[in-house]
């Protein structure tokens, strides 16, 4: 049980244009919702969580108008990089929890390797 | 400001011995801690988890012990597998939130 998905696993987009990553959580529900990236060697930096229905809340320094975040549901939350750049090019990773207790275990998605050319 | 550190790269451990990783925090509101481990290409997967009330929590090859007043945990994995070649996360959430903050990991390779 417990299993995350993400999609797609890797990209490749042209600077300028917007991409669209999905995270679902496919055998429980999750109330909350996060989104990470990981650069090459380094720790994986909380971007923004997200719980069903509001608006996601962002980490100081992650601009909340290029890294748009949508949870419409309790399986469901998009990450859409908008006119990316060659500097966003890294592994985005969701995770999903399905509780607010401190104690609930966070799993995680697979990644998506975003390369911008 | 790296609030969790991981101040070992890599690590190489031969089969069966123990494998010991390291972990410092900075943050003292940090109030639960747990460990991830990662293969390439993957997101993290959940190993084990330690309340800043215990001082020790075991699960089977994996033990994870905490120092409040160091400020430092440790993760013992014994006795080692080829399987553990993998990188190990150390986390921490406070103050009853679940926001995680990760340290940079751990690369251990498990040698026959």
């Known amino acids: 049980g417990a299993v995350v998905s993400q999609h797609p696993s890797w990209v490749i987009c042209k600077s300028g244009t917007s991409v669209k990553i999905e995270c679902r959580s496919l055998d429980f529900q999750a109330t909350t919702m996060f989104w990470y990236r990981q650069f090459p060697k380094q720790s994986l930096m909380l971007m923004a969580t997200?719980?069903?229905?509001?608006?996601?809340?962002?980490e100081q320094g992650v601009e909340k108008d290029k890294f748009l975040i949508n949870h419409a549901s309790l399986t469901l939350s998009t990450l859409t990089v908008t006119s990316a750049h060659p500097e966003d090019s890294s592994f985005y990773i969701c995770?999903?929890?399905?509780?607010?207790?401190?104690?609930?275990?966070?799993?995680f998605g697979p990644g998506t390797r975003l390369t911008v050319l | 400001d790296q609030q969790v550190k991981q101040n070992s790269p890599s690590l190489s451990v031969q089969e069966g011995r123990i494998s010991i990783l390291n972990c410092d925090y900075t943050?003292?509101?940090?109030?639960?801690f747990l460990w991830y481990k990662k293969y390439p290409a993957e997101g993290p997967t959940f190993l084990i988890s330690i309340s800043s009330i215990k001082d020790k929590n075991e699960d089977g090859r994996f033990t994870v012990f905490l120092n409040k007043s160091a400020k430092h945990l440790s993760l013992h994995i014994v006795p080692s597998q080829p399987g553990d070649s993998a990188v190990y996360f150390c986390?921490?959430?406070?103050?009853?939130?679940?926001?995680?903050?990760f340290g940079t990991g751990t690369q251990l390779k498990v040698e026959l």
């Open positions: 997200s719980n069903e229905g509001s608006k996601a809340t962002y």
């Open positions: 986390a921490a959430k406070a103050g009853g939130g679940n926001k995680l903050t």
């Open positions: 995770s999903a929890s399905p509780g607010l207790d401190p104690t609930d275990t966070q799993y």
């Open positions: 943050n003292s509101m940090f109030d639960y």
